[in-house]
């Protein structure tokens, strides 16, 4: 990610906290408090790295939610991509997925043991892989939100158009917005303001985040910068506190008040809202997406007869919990000490956006 240097400054970072100071003292005086999601991975990490959660006043709370894709997976998905491995599929993955655990086992285990599975950078990469081996089958692994999905189709569009037939796509994308709605309509769930993510608002643009505002919780969209997080963490407890429930974008450097159409044809060109199953919140109404009739064909479950189950995780591992922002990591008795970035045994505490994983690397540290 570049380096902004503006979005970094000491003195302005200093006068921010020392404002969000005041603010949280002046809301706790009148008896109140706050607790901010912040929805996207990417944010999750960002706020360990710099310390922000530190900077925040006893009644401000800041919570991490199910924004890493790879986290809100199930384990039957990885089980089932073990299995279209073991049968001699090539196998095509970004490397996050890699040692996330199965129900049985992990992609890096299948790998070690033979299995042809490929680690890309690129969902294109995968073009490549499938013209260097017409006679096998290949199959990648499409898991992300709207930032991510939008590449996968691009890349779908190009072996449509250039009559790839050996390639189809396992897939495990979700949308935000519907999760985000889930999780404010469960009751058992304590959300009073949305710190929104910066990548995926790239792609669906400010509108969709009404529908959120107007069921009462305030949204501010916000790039990842130490200054950015601040100044939109102060918007909302200002928010919260005028009890003003409205979408701002924050990061409009990035973000368009529409998104990015392009993308966004070209999602539903290929794609329809469906169904999704997420680690920790179960299966939510229009929360992920399916292909179309007409590109039934590059599905992996139809053309080769699988079906994700929901599989096992590890038993005592909270990424459950952790996705829905219930618990703080410490709270999982595995973690620091059977979970290890090194040893992870829950995808939270593997992906490089993953809230274990965060406060294990910064959190644990600048405690200690
Ligand atoms: S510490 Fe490990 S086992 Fe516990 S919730 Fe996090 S990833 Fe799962």
């Known amino acids: 990610m570049k380096y902004l240097r503006e979005f970094h400054d000491p003195a302005t970072a200093a006068a921010l906290a020392k404002e969000l100071a005041y603010a949280g003292n002046s809301f706790a005086r009148s008896g109140r408090s706050a607790v901010i999601m912040e929805v996207c991975g990417t944010h999750t990490m960002a706020i360990a790295r710099h310390g922000i959660r530190s900077l925040l006043p006893p009644n401000i709370q800041l919570i991490s939610g199910p924004g890493c894709p790879v986290c809100v997976t199930e384990p039957g998905y990885i089980d089932t991509a073990i299995e279209l491995a073991r049968r001699g599929v090539i196998v095509v993955t970004f490397g996050d997925l890699l040692a996330v655990p199965g129900s049985e086992s992990s992609l890096a285990n299948a790998r070690a043991a033979g299995a042809r599975i490929v680690v890309c950078y690129s969902p294109a990469e995968t073009l490549r892989i499938a013209a260097q081996h017409q006679n096998s089958e290949v199959v990648f692994l499409a898991v992300g939100f709207e930032t991510t999905i939008?590449?996968?189709?691009?890349?779908?569009?190009?072996?449509s158009k250039n009559g790839v037939k050996n390639l189809s796509f396992l897939t495990a994308f979700k949308r935000v917005i519907p999760a985000m709605k889930a999780l404010v309509s469960d009751t058992s769930n304590r959300i009073d303001a949305f710190l929104c993510p910066g990548h995926v608002s790239a792609i669906i643009g400010v509108e969709p985040y009404q529908e959120i505002a107007t069921s009462g919780i305030p949204c501010v969209i916000a790039g990842f910068e130490p200054i950015d997080i601040l100044q939109a963490l102060l918007k909302l407890v200002d928010m919260v506190k005028n009890k003003e429930a409205s979408v701002i974008n924050l990061?409009?450097?990035?973000?368009?008040?529409?998104?990015?159409?392009k993308a966004q044809e070209l999602i539903d060109t290929f794609l329809v809202p469906s169904a999704a199953r997420?680690?920790?919140?179960?299966?939510?109404?229009?929360?992920?997406?399916?292909?179309?009739?007409?590109?039934?064909?590059?599905?992996?479950?139809?053309?080769?007869?699988?079906?994700?189950?929901?599989?096992?995780?590890?038993?005592?591992?909270?990424?459950?919990e952790i996705v829905k922002g219930k618990i703080p990591p410490e709270q999982c008795s595995h973690f620091g000490r059977k979970c290890t970035p090194e040893s992870p045994v829950g995808p939270c505490m593997v992906s490089s956006e993953g809230t274990c994983a965060a406060y294990y690397k910064y959190i644990s540290v600048q405690r200690s």
Do not use: K, M
């Open 150 to 159: 939008a590449p996968i189709v691009s890349t779908l569009e190009a072996a």
């Open 251 to 261: 990061y409009s450097r990035v973000v368009r008040q529409r998104g990015n159409p």
């Open 278 to 320: 997420w680690r920790g919140l179960g299966e939510i109404p229009d929360s992920g997406f399916s292909f179309r009739e007409t590109w039934r064909h590059f599905d992996a479950e139809a053309r080769h007869g699988v079906r994700i189950p929901e599989g096992r995780q590890y038993r005592g591992c909270l990424c459950g």
